[in-house]
């Protein structure tokens, strides 16, 4: 473990287990791809409207 982190269990203040602090790791992962993922698709959405010459409010009223 690089990082101490603590977990408050109750009223004790005790350092990630190393179970715990595998988790936090692959946790942090999987939040940056999530994140990454929905600003890509944000992005693909504004260039398609822009490439359509419309807006999401158009957009929205097609769809439905």
Not at 13 to 37: C, G, S
């Amino acid at each position: 473990m690089n990082n101490k982190l603590f977990i408050q269990d109750g009223e004790t203040k005790r350092e990630f287990t190393e179970l715990e602090y595998a988790q936090w790791e692959l946790d942090q992962i999987t939040n940056k791809a999530v994140a990454d993922a929905n600003a890509k698709a944000k992005a693909d959405k504004a260039a398609l409207l822009v490439k359509l010459g419309i807006t999401d409010d158009e957009a929205k009223l097609l769809l439905s």
